[in-house]
């Protein structure tokens, strides 16, 4: 008899494709651009933050349907949504409150995706790429927290760089999570073809 071996249902895999392109894109651009300052830089951050939010708001609504994880993905939304809006309206704050921001918010996200790794999913390909981003979430947190002496932009720089770290990740999972989704519908095809053979032989 076909064995389900996953107790958690997956997002659908084209909401890890906008989340990583989301994700690559903005932490090029943060990345990349040396000749901006963090005021004009973290309205950028908030934007994409908002971004991400809507995309997972979408995926709770997804869940919703199928009952399964919809609590989460809008925790996750409602997180994003939150550091978005206050980044963009402490835009005019001073560098230390966009450095606190920014690295409180890549830490906290390491820690959700280090428990999504270990309490969501029994897959170690998801638990790896979980935990992958989530300890490159806790690293860059603490590492933009301690960049403070250093010139204006480099604590974006690392945000940058965790970001294409993310996309990247989502981009492979998106990939593995289709193939998730193919196997489970094939699973349940056979354990519903073996359990009308099954009612029928008992009839």
Not at 21 to 28: E, H, K, P, R, Y
Not at 47 to 75: C, D, K, M, P
Not at 98 to 107: F, Q
Request: aromatic share 12%; with cysteine; hydrophobic share 50%.
């Amino acid at each position: 008899m076909a064995h389900i071996k996953r107790k958690y249902i997956d997002s659908h895999w084209l909401v890890f494709v906008f989340q990583g392109a989301i994700a690559l894109l903005f932490g090029c651009l943060t990345l990349f651009t040396a000749d901006r300052s963090p005021s004009e830089l973290v309205p950028v951050i908030g934007i994409f933050l908002l971004a991400l939010a809507i995309v997972e708001f979408a995926n709770s609504v997804y869940r919703s349907y199928n009952r399964h994880g919809w609590v989460v993905s809008t925790l996750v939304a409602a997180f994003d949504a939150l550091f978005g809006i206050l980044l963009l309206f402490m835009t005019n704050e001073t560098m230390t409150w966009h450095l606190v921001m920014i690295a409180g918010y890549t830490l906290l996200r390491g820690i959700f995706e280090l428990v999504i790794s270990v309490r969501t999913t029994v897959d170690p390909t998801d638990r790896f790429i979980w935990g992958l981003c989530g300890l490159c979430g806790i690293v860059f947190g603490i590492v933009i927290f301690n960049s403070g002496h250093l010139a204006n932009v480099d604590f974006l720089r690392f945000f940058g760089a965790y970001m294409m770290i993310l996309g990247v990740s989502s981009l492979i999972y998106s990939a593995h999570n289709r193939e998730q989704q193919r196997e489970d519908k094939i699973a349940r095809s056979e354990a519903a073809r073996m359990r009308a053979k099954t009612n029928k032989k008992s009839d």
